[in-house]
């Protein structure tokens, strides 16, 4: 059975450039995560690397829990419509090793985005 994906826009006002696809909110119910919690992992990541999904990028942040954890969030840029599309989200128990860091003309273009 194909699953269909409709993106939603945050519920938030003035987010309208955010867009989570039906796996992405599933997933953040599942890993108890919020919207806001999301946004704030792709605005402010300690890390950022290439996302497993083709012309992806995963950002992370530490959880502040007595427990290593870390929250993930995979996500693409459309820049055509200038929205950052999140594809999934979710919570790393520990601490993942380090991959492949973004490249630095992606990060200069994520920034760039209003």
């Not at 194909?2 to 939603?8: D, S």
């Not at 997933?27 to 290439?50: A, D, F, G, N, T």
């Not at 128990?93 to 985005?113: D, F, M, Q, T």
């Amino acid at each position: 059975m194909l699953l269909r994906m409709t993106p939603q826009p945050f519920s938030g006002t003035g987010e309208r450039r955010y867009l989570l696809t039906r796996h992405a909110q599933e997933k953040m119910r599942q890993y108890r995560l919020s919207e806001s919690r999301v946004r704030r992992v792709i605005r402010h990541p300690e890390r950022i690397e290439e996302g497993i999904a083709p012309n992806t990028v995963a950002a992370m942040q530490p959880a502040a829990t007595r427990r290593k954890q870390e929250i993930w969030a995979m996500y693409r840029l459309v820049p055509r419509r200038k929205l950052i599309k999140i594809i999934t989200a979710w919570r790393y128990p520990g601490e993942s090793p380090k991959r492949n860091p973004v490249p630095e003309n992606i990060l200069r273009e994520v920034r760039a985005l209003p």
